[in-house]
């Protein structure tokens, strides 16, 4: 049974840093991609970004919303993807997804693997 689970959440002033981490069990995703969304309250789910595997190296894509901030890496190793996030705003509180999908994705793919969320909360 394939398993994401997400951690490293909480609360932080606008200006902060946090990082997400995501660990995926029950399958390997070497050469698939994985990333992040985010829904905040009352508001569609948003793509925040994801990895994909292309020859030999992983490439990140960013929503825009988060480009210059925010920074996606991978641990072929650990089976793993993080989510650095710089100077944090208070539109960026929501509930944090890691998401993987088989193959490659792009920001409007369906994923086949969800995390239950972790809660990222910037006060102002």
């Known amino acids: 049974q394939v398993q994401l689970v997400e951690s490293g959440g909480g609360l932080v002033q606008a200006g902060g840093s946090l990082r997400l981490s995501c660990q995926a069990s029950g399958r390997t995703f070497a050469t698939d991609a994985m990333g992040w969304f985010r829904q905040a309250p009352g508001k569609e789910r948003e793509f925040v970004g994801n990895?994909?595997?292309?020859?030999?190296?992983?490439?990140?894509d960013l929503a825009d919303s988060v480009k210059g901030r925010f920074t996606i890496s991978r641990d072929n190793a650990k089976n793993t993807v993080s989510l650095q996030m710089n100077s944090l705003k208070p539109e960026d509180t929501a509930v944090y997804y890691c998401?993987?999908?088989?193959?490659?994705?792009?920001?409007?793919?369906?994923?086949?693997?969800w995390g239950q969320g972790t809660q990222v909360t910037v006060s102002s």
């Open positions: 998401v993987a999908r088989i193959g490659a994705a792009t920001m409007t793919s369906h994923y086949d693997y």
């Open positions: 990895t994909n595997w292309r020859r030999t190296n992983y490439y990140a």
